[in-house]
């Protein structure tokens, strides 16, 4: 499986499908060398490197009804929509521990997808980091501007990685892998839309140009990646798992039944295929 690589695209609680198809790999032995993520599909992706099964369905759907998850109330308190103490303290140390040592010591390569705020430009990390600093990036590529505050990491300042790199096939590509699998949180068919609030958004980010170009411009990307993708799919290249039918789960969604019902079909999705999927791994 040598020059494969697993394409994770972020979405919020969307990305309870990514983690669906995860559990399905990770039930059916299929380790991918190589596996570069964005916001919470990094987040997914870091728990499919450290061999956790079913530790995605509990931290993504188990605690979502506690207000220190997701709640506008932490957005007033902390300026965060998202409870980043909760998430990515409590969680991953005490309630759901995440296994570091087998994460560090897995053969995998894994990539996190940020956007630094002084260039606009995506940033990216291996996962050779202590760990506290990894948790840390993590949290970088999940902060979603106007809902998040960016996250400063030695003395730069960063934002999620889905604002430059929404679906980072491209440097998959560049880091020489030529079989790609991807991931992705919307249907086929899916089109971007141009960003909503732009208005706020061109105050919020007046002093960095840059980075509010990137966000402004972010859909057009969006939608000339999905185009790449379905080139690669057709000759090839790429093998992309993705919902069947247009998706019911909001980026900031807390039902529990539709955040189960949409990880079910991910596991049931990747199940289905998993045949299919093999022979093409073997090709």
Known sequence: MNGVSLVLEGGGMRAVYTAGVLEALMKNEVEIPHVIGV???????SSYVSKQIERNRKVNIDYIDRPEYLSFKNLVKTKSIFGWDFIFNTLPN??????????????????????KLDTGKPYYFDKHLPKEDLLTVLKASSSIPL????????????????VADP???????????????????????YQKTPMKFTRFAKWQFRNN?????????RYQRYNQTLKRIEEMEASGEAYVIR?????????LEKNKERLAAL??????????EMNKFEQWLAK
């Open 39 to 45: 916001s919470a599909g990094a987040c997914n992706g």
């Open 94 to 115: 005490e309630l759901e521990p995440f296994d570091f040592d087998t994460f560090k010591d897995s053969p995998q390569t894994f990539t996190i997808v940020t956007t």
């Open 147 to 162: 809902l998040a505050p960016p996250v400063i990491y030695k003395d730069d300042v960063f934002f999620d990685g889905g």
């Open 167 to 189: 679906i980072p096939i491209n440097r998959s590509i560049e880091e020489g892998h030529q079989k790609h699998v991807i991931v992705l949180t919307q249907n086929k068919g």
């Open 209 to 217: 140009p840059a980075f509010l170009q990137t966000m402004l411009t």
């Open 243 to 251: 919902p069947k039918m247009p998706v019911r789960v909001s980026r």
């Open 263 to 272: 990880y079910n079909e991910g596991v049931e999705d990747m199940q289905s």
